[in-house]
């Protein structure tokens, strides 16, 4: 198990981790807070947590996908991905209790259906 933390977009907080499989902090590229989460990239994972004293709210996961792909010789860019990785206890938030963890949220998915991958590297939005 590895442990590790990330200051969230607004760094207001301190976002805690939790991997199962050892992956590390370079597997999360951002993390969003309640307070930040709306500011989320479109492809941002969001997880909605319900239970938990001074962490019940909506965040979202920006997760590094050029370090999952060479970390995970499963890795696929897909909403399905993310989710089994999140839920499993592969790399999910460290203030989710170990047992029952899935009672404490709600995975609403990804924040726009968008693959990361759809935009060139290097060009903008609305750019051809």
Not at 12 to 39: G, I, K, M, T, Y
Not at 46 to 65: E, H, K, L
Request: glycine share 8%; net charge neutral.
């Amino acid at each position: 198990m590895h442990l590790f933390s990330k200051y969230c977009f607004c760094r207001s907080r301190l976002v805690p981790f939790r991997s199962e499989a050892n992956l590390d902090d370079h597997a999360v590229a951002n993390v969003f807070c309640p307070h930040c989460s709306d500011r989320a990239p479109a492809e941002g994972f969001m997880v909605a947590v319900t239970g938990i004293p001074g962490w019940s709210g909506i965040y979202a996961i920006d997760w590094n996908q050029q370090y999952l792909r060479e970390s995970d010789i499963r890795f696929k860019d897909t909403e399905r991905y993310y989710t089994k990785l999140f839920s499993s206890g592969a790399l999910a938030f460290g203030f989710l209790p170990q047992k029952s963890a899935a009672r404490a949220y709600d995975i609403l998915g990804v924040k726009e259906h968008l693959p990361s991958e759809v935009f060139v590297k290097g060009t903008m939005i609305g750019e051809s």
